[in-house]
């Protein structure tokens, strides 16, 4: 029951109308075949002097052979967002590299790319960070490009609070910030 209720609220994300742009949020280890995750992460943007705030709720299904299928929604206070990724697993070893490839639509399409290390500081603390990059397919293409770096820690058995930094390299990149709870089916 409690499955088919998270993969009903995963399966709602590609209703949402599209928009804003998510980061990251995970490590770079992969669910288990047949498993799934759902998050939330309030955001904030910081683009010199003008910050904006979002909601983001992610999903992710562990489809096995180290490979996973990412969703994610965006709600800003003017604008929406909607992607999703698949993620691949090369090392397991500490730290884990994963690489994903996906795409998203704001108020123009995108593709996403990102390279992602983690490892284990404790038994309940992991490290994460990496390369995170979008090309902005629109009349003028932009390339938006960040540095990000984030703790999991594991709150309870199957829940996980995490915060993240993202640095914006470019103009149309402006830094990220945030933080919310993970919880695992």
Excluded: C
């Amino acid at each position: 029951m409690l499955r088919t209720l998270a993969l009903i609220i995963l399966a709602a994300t590609f209703v949402f109308p599209p928009g804003a742009h998510a980061q990251v949020m995970k490590t770079a280890v992969t669910l288990p075949r047949g498993d799934l995750s759902i998050g939330g992460a309030p955001t904030v943007f910081i683009d010199g002097a003008v910050n904006e705030i979002a909601l983001f709720v992610y999903g992710q299904y562990g489809l096995g052979n180290s490979t996973n299928l990412r969703v994610r929604a965006g709600f800003y206070e003017t604008t929406n967002y909607i992607g999703g990724n698949f993620e691949w697993v090369f090392s397991r070893a500490s730290p884990a590299v994963s690489f994903s490839l996906g795409g998203h639509y704001q108020q123009d399409p995108g593709a996403d790319a990102t390279l992602n290390f983690s490892g284990a500081l404790s038994r309940y603390l992991h490290l994460y960070g990496g390369i995170d990059a979008d090309l902005i397919v629109d009349d003028d293409p932009d390339l938006p490009l960040w540095a990000f770096l984030g703790t999991s820690y594991q709150l309870l058995d199957r829940v996980d609070i995490m915060v993240e930094f993202n640095y914006g390299f470019v103009e149309v990149a402006p830094h990220v910030v945030a933080g919310g709870f993970v919880f695992y089916f």
